[in-house]
């Protein structure tokens, strides 16, 4: 057993090293974050054929909580705008052993169920949970790996051969460096202070204009935040909300509000970009009425109509009856309005006086701090103004100057990921490309041959 394999067997047994600090482990690669985008180049390489040997060079994954899988994803109590079918695909369409092995699981076909529609996302995280697990072991049973849970990565910093050294504090407080090529921040998003700070609809800045009535759209996803809005509500006899954001889970979130009851007496939906309605087709689009979209809004790869910008599942059906696309009937309590770019009056009113505005300012990477050769603090380009992203198209994490930093890559949540023609796309979205499947296929590949090559196989 070679020093690596015996602090491995260490760290895999939490054993307490506080007295004693341990030597640096050395890795291929480092994946920072066990959540669902963390999972993705692993389960990509399984589909490719070449996990196995890309496992022989090395790698850790660090994951600060108890367990790799889910992450976030199962918190949220609105339904997926992925479908079932795609969400397993990654067991259901695999040849790799350990993915096949799960698709009697019955959280697989608890997923499987929901066939071409939308998922409970609670569901979609046991699911994850599910698959954290089973990789976890595959992991564990490859001589130089390991999944090192209750981990947190503090920082990263290049050292002088170019390798980076990712400082982690384990349960008991200690901290113990990981060096390797490779390190993939999977860290996922949130939504900063500042950031909802910043946030302007209608001419109003809304955390200084509407004081507690704002609740940001993060909290209001949750089992516990949707109580909260429903309690809020019933004590005044019933209310009106108000959803700032033209997102996916923006209308979701308007959906599972409205189902909370005749609490609810109106939702509204102040949206800036026009609200897209995803079609397989341009003949199924037309054949619906749905003529707006030109030659740039179809994909070239699939022919799908709005593929990335389109409301898909629930939230498509919720947009066309709003809408009245296709001669469906508004739902009665909910209302749509188109924010105008600057001051807008009536946009205005419908937030002043609704009883409760939910905030949906979208999310930004939480990244790691990290240091060049010399111990200086590298400034990332999403650490700028604005929204922009962490990495560039081949997943590659940016310095403050838009430049790639060699052996630092980037998934997941808020990365800003935005597709080229080989994952294609409809060509006038401009918006990044978060999504497990995509993830699970063609985004997690380039991390793992990126990985691949660090191996050297
Ligand atoms: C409301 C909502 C609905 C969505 N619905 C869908 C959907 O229907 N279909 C779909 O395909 N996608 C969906 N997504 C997008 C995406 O699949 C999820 O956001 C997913 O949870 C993102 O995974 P992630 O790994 O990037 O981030 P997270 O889920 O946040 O996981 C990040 C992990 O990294 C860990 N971590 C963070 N920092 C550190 C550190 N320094 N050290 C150690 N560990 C760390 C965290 O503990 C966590 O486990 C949705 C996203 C949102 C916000």
Redesign the pocket.
């Given at each position: 057993m070679n020093t690596s394999q015996a602090i491995l067997r260490d760290l895999r047994d939490d054993r307490d090293f506080a007295a004693a600090p341990l030597p640096d482990l050395h890795m291929s690669s480092v994946i920072?974050?066990?959540?669902?985008?963390?999972m993705s180049p692993l389960i990509a390489a399984s589909q490719g054929g070449f996990l196995e040997p890309l496992l022989g060079g090395g790698l850790s994954v660090?994951?600060?909580?108890a367990a790799?899988g889910?992450?976030?994803?199962g918190r949220?109590v609105?339904?997926?705008?992925?479908s079932a079918a795609?969400?397993v695909d990654c067991v259901n369409a695999s040849s790799a052993p350990w993915l096949m092995a799960l698709r009697d699981h019955p959280a697989t076909r608890a997923v499987a169920a929901h066939g071409e529609g939308?998922?409970p996302?609670p569901l979609?995280g046991s699911f994850l949970d599910v698959l954290g697990g089973a990789l976890q072991e595959v992991i564990a049973q490859a001589p130089d790996c390991a999944v090192l849970t209750r981990?947190?990565?503090?920082r990263t910093q290049q050292l002088a051969d170019g390798r980076w050294r990712t400082e982690?504090r384990g349960p008991d407080g200690s901290t113990r460096g990981v060096v390797a090529r490779v390190v993939v921040l999977?860290?996922?998003?949130h939504q900063p202070e500042d950031h909802l700070r910043r946030q302007e609809a209608a001419g109003v800045r809304l955390v200084a204009a509407l004081g507690d009535k704002l609740i940001p759209?993060?909290e209001a996803?949750t089992k516990a935040g949707l109580h909260d809005i429903g309690r809020r509500l019933a004590a005044l006899g019933g209310g009106e909300v108000a959803i700032v954001g033209s997102s996916?889970?923006t209308i979701?979130t308007a959906l599972v509000i409205l189902r909370l009851g005749a609490t609810v007496r109106r939702v509204t939906v102040l949206h800036r970009r026009k609200l897209r309605v995803f079609y397989p087709s341009a003949e199924a689009a037309l054949a619906d009425g749905y003529d707006e979209f030109g030659p740039d809004d179809i994909c070239p790869k699939s022919g799908f109509v709005f593929r990335f910008a389109g409301f898909r599942l629930d939230s498509r059906a919720l947009v066309m009856a709003a809408r009245g696309i296709a001669g469906r009937r508004p739902p009665p309590r909910l209302h749509l309005h188109h924010l105008a770019p600057g001051p807008d009056p009536v946009g205005r009113a419908i937030l002043e006086s609704a009883d409760l505005v939910v905030t949906a300012p979208g999310?930004r990477p939480?990244a790691?701090d990290v240091f060049d050769r010399h111990g200086h603090p590298i400034a990332l380009f999403a650490d700028g103004a604005g929204t922009r992203p962490l990495v560039d198209g081949a997943c590659r994490v940016l310095d403050a100057h838009g430049e790639a930093i060699p052996g630092l890559l980037g998934?997941?949540?808020?990365?800003g990921f935005t597709s080229g023609p080989e994952i294609g796309g409809e060509p006038s979205f401009s918006g990044q490309t978060?999504?497990?499947?995509?993830?699970h296929n063609t985004i997690g590949a380039i991390i793992a041959a990126r990985m691949r090559e660090a191996v050297g196989v």
């Open positions: 920072v974050g066990g959540g669902p985008a963390g660090i994951e600060r909580g790799i889910a992450g976030e994803i949220y609105i339904t997926s705008d992925s795609t969400i939308a998922v996302l979609v981990h947190e990565a503090l982690l999977a860290t996922g998003g759209s993060g996803m996916s889970s979701a999310y939480r790691l998934l997941g949540l808020a990365a978060n999504g497990l499947w995509q993830w």
